[in-house]
């Protein structure tokens, strides 16, 4: 989610832009995103930063966007990168997170 700019005043915590949700979740990631819109509300009447409350739906939200765009490419870097192992394995783990990499640039929008 991307963050109001302040306005310079200092101390204070920088709140969610509630317009900010500019794409539509897919569907599998919708139950999470809405979870993690709800945590975001209620922690920003709380002491502490939504960014610490509300961390696992953050990452399980980035794994299900991830997971729901390159589902193969996910998969391989889930299997070889698991583990250190040999050098085979440390360097098909490398090839994975770069065919992840390009497949998530692939679905950028420009």
């Known amino acids: 989610m991307s963050r109001s700019s302040g ?9 969610p832009d509630p317009d900010s949700a500019a794409l539509p979740v897919p569907g599998p990631c919708a139950s999470t995103h809405r979870a993690l819109t709800e945590c975001h509300r ?8 939504p960014e610490v409350l509300c961390r696992h739906l953050n990452r399980a939200l980035a794994e299900c966007v991830v997971t729901m765009c390159c589902p193969s490419q996910t998969e391989a870097v889930r299997t070889l990168c698991g583990s250190s192992g040999t050098a085979l394995k440390r360097s098909q783990c490398e090839r994975a997170r770069i065919d992840l990499s390009l497949c998530l640039e692939a679905h950028q929008e420009t």
């Open 7 to 15: 306005s310079g005043s200092g101390g204070g915590r920088r709140q």
């Open 42 to 49: 209620r922690a920003s009447r709380g002491a502490l930063q």
